[in-house]
């Protein structure tokens, strides 16, 4: 019943190759959000979104975009994946609003080869 | 850049004693401040949260002191536990950045029973 999922939950890719990372939430929340985690840098924002349709660039959007097709389901897109880009990602969905609890998915550990 | 810092990188404290983890930010406009703990190969999950309009919270064995002239606050874990072994998250967000989370790099605490 988790209401934050992602697929795939691991993922290697190729330099040069495209890779598309998927978030579902079922907590009908109008914001979601992915953040790479990387050792020493904590969680950065790389896309949001305030709903269906509408994406926003977060602090290193650079190599990435993001599509928000729905309501329950936003997705980070790779075009030419590096392997600067390996990382984990976190997929994550709130209220929005000055008291947002962000609740995160699984995380997608992604390899870059 | 970083706007919100957080120190130790790393800290051990025994069983039973007081961790304490520190937070500082620069962006005099953040108003919200949500501290995320992540358990190995487990996602981030709200812990606890303040405003600027409090000085203090509490929530059982964890306390958040809040200075805003000197842009700090800490995160006091009294009576420690080894199940409170994890990584602790700083986060800030502003309503003139529409609510989005600046994360710190985290602190790694230990709990030795």
């Known amino acids: 019943e988790a209401a934050v999922t992602q697929s795939p939950r691991n993922k290697v890719a190729v330099t040069g190759g495209k890779v598309t990372l998927s978030c579902n939430q079922t907590?009908?929340?109008?914001?979601m959000y992915w953040y790479r985690q990387d050792t020493g840098h904590g969680l950065r924002l790389i896309h949001y979104?305030?709903?269906?349709?509408?994406?926003e660039k977060g602090d290193i959007p650079d190599g990435y975009k993001a599509s928000r097709p729905s309501q329950e389901n936003f997705s980070l897109i790779l075009e030419l994946a590096t392997p600067s880009q390996t990382s984990v990602y976190f997929c994550a969905s709130g209220d929005g609003g000055g008291a947002d609890e962000q609740y995160f998915g699984p995380g997608t550990r992604l390899t870059v080869l | 850049q970083q706007q919100v810092r957080q120190s130790p990188q790393s800290l051990t404290v025994w069983e039973g004693e007081t961790a304490i983890l520190n937070c500082s930010y620069e962006?005099?406009?953040?108003?919200?401040f949500p501290w995320y703990w992540q358990f190995p190969r487990e996602s981030p999950a709200l812990l606890i949260a303040?405003?600027?309009?409090?000085n203090k919270k509490e929530d059982g064995r964890f306390t958040i002191f809040f200075n805003k002239r000197e842009k700090k606050l800490s995160l006091h874990i009294t009576d420690s536990q080894p199940g409170d072994s994890a990584t602790y998250f700083c986060?800030?967000?502003?309503?003139?950045?529409?609510?989005?989370?600046?994360f710190g790099a985290g602190t790694r605490l230990k709990v030795i029973a």
């Open positions: 986060a800030a967000s502003a309503e003139t950045g529409n609510y989005k989370y600046v």
């Open positions: 907590n009908n929340h109008n914001n």
């Open positions: 303040i405003r600027p309009v409090s």
């Open positions: 962006d005099s406009t953040f108003d919200y």
């Open positions: 979104s305030y709903g269906a349709g509408s994406t």
